[in-house]
C-alpha cells in the first residue's frame, strides 16, 4: 500500500491562492491514480480534483470547475492541487489518495490509501 502525506494548507483571504502538495511513497506511484478530496465540519467527504496515472483523464467537481488544477509528476512521486479564487465555501479538510487503478474512481470508497489530511481555511 502506498503512503501519502499532504503539505500546503493554511489560512487565506477570499480570491487568494493556494498549492497542495501529496507526496507518495512504498510502492511504484505510476500504478495510481490520484484523488483530492475535502471534507468539512458536519459534510460529506466529497471528491475534489482526480487525475489517471497516465495524466490523460483529470476530473473536477462543479464547484472548484476553472478554479482548480491537479498535476502529478510520476518522478518524482507528488500530485499537486493548485487552488485559485478561493471562497469561503472552499474550507474544509483536504486529502489525497490513491486507487490502484488507470482511472481515477468517483467515490471515495474506490481509495485504498489516504493521507492525514491538510487544512484549508478561507476568509471571507
Known amino acids: 500500500q502506498v503512503q501519502l502525506a499532504e503539505s500546503g494548507g493554511g489560512l487565506v483571504q477570499a480570491g487568494g491562492s493556494l498549492r497542495l502538495s501529496c507526496a507518495a511513497s512504498g510502492r511504484t506511484f505510476s500504478n495510481y491514480a490520484m484523488g483530492w478530496f475535502r471534507q468539512a465540519p458536519g459534510k460529506e467527504r466529497e471528491l475534489v480534483a482526480a487525475i489517471s496515472r497516465s495524466e490523460i483523464s483529470r476530473y473536477y467537481a462543479d464547484s472548484v470547475k476553472g478554479r482548480f488544477t491537479i498535476s502529478r509528476d510520476n518522478a518524482k512521486s507528488t500530485v499537486n492541487l493548485q487552488m485559485n479564487s478561493l471562497k469561503p465555501e472552499d474550507t474544509a479538510v483536504y486529502y489525497c489518495?490513491?486507487?490502484?487503478?488507470?482511472?481515477?474512481?468517483?467515490?471515495?470508497?474506490?481509495?485504498?490509501?489516504w493521507g492525514q489530511g491538510t487544512q484549508v481555511t478561507v476568509s471571507s
Open positions: 489518495a490513491s486507487a490502484l487503478s488507470s482511472q481515477p474512481p468517483r467515490s471515495a470508497g474506490g481509495y485504498d490509501a
